[in-house]
T-cell receptor, first 112, second 111 residues
Framework: DGGITQSPKYLFRKEGQNVTLSCEQN?????MYWYRQDPGQGLRLIYY???????QKGDIAEGYSVSREKKESFPLTVTSAQKNPTAFYLC???????????FGQGTRLTVV | AQTVTQSQPEMSVQEAETVTLSCTYD???????LFWYKQPPSRQMILVIR??????QNATENRFSVNFQKAAKSFSLKISDSQLGDTAMYFC????????FGAGTTVTVRA
């Protein structure tokens, strides 16, 4: 089945550690996105990518990093510089930057 | 930078009734897409409806329809014949090469 897979579903991190969230899609989409969602709030854009080896900062990129070495994959690293990383993270992809996005099921990150 | 504003944090509607959610956006672009997404308690994002800015005709999908006013930069969603399964958070989204979301409106359908 075509779709977007995020892993893991739940992730626990100790303070000071970097963690990487996985996002893979087999929809042959060019554009991919990472969002952060805090309880009861909307989605805030962290990073987005239009093509392989190219990505742009979103509205809240500080403390995060990404790579886009393959069309299917857009991993997000939450670094120790991110002061409040506990949140729900959603990955999405779209055929082009101006079409509808399809979402993964999300990763719940908790700092312990 | 474009912004998307949803001014209604919460809405409550009786089953079978109609509810309208408001959304305004700001952009200097002429070609863009607008969407409404639904996020039920499972937190899975589900596309409800889409509207291309160059189309004057308002989009409809079964019980869901939009009122797109390009000059006013307004994009409201009407849910007709509300069902219990419509209970969710609804997000307005705007895409002109950077997909941005509003803060969301929590819709509760009462039996």
């Amino acid at each position: 089945d075509g779709g977007i897979t995020q892993s893991p579903k739940y992730l626990f991190r100790k303070e000071g550690q970097n963690v990487t969230l996985s996002c893979e899609q087999n929809l042959n989409h060019d554009a991919m996105y990472w969002y952060r969602q805090d309880p009861g709030q909307g989605l805030r854009l962290i990073y987005y990518s239009q093509i392989v080896n190219d990505f742009q900062k979103g509205d809240i990129a500080e403390g995060y990093s990404v790579s886009r070495e393959k069309k299917e994959s857009f991993p997000l690293t939450v670094t120790s510089a991110q002061k409040n990383p506990t949140a729900f993270y959603l990955c999405a992809s779209s055929a082009a930057l101006n079409t509808e996005a399809f979402f993964g099921q999300g990763t719940r990150l908790t700092v312990v | 930078a474009q912004t998307v504003t949803q001014s209604q944090p919460e809405m409550s509607v009786q089953e079978a009734e109609t509810v309208t959610l408001s959304c305004t956006y700001d952009t200097s672009e002429n070609n863009y897409y607008l969407f409404w997404y639904k996020q039920p308690p499972s937190r899975q994002m589900i596309l409800v409806i889409r509207q291309e800015a160059y189309k004057q005709q308002n989009a409809t999908e079964n019980r869901f329809s939009v009122n797109f006013q390009k000059a006013a930069k307004s994009f409201s969603l009407k849910i007709s014949d509300s069902q219990l399964g419509d209970t969710a958070m609804y997000f307005c989204a705007f895409n002109d090469y950077k997909l941005s979301f509003g803060a969301g409106t929590t819709v509760t359908v009462r039996a």
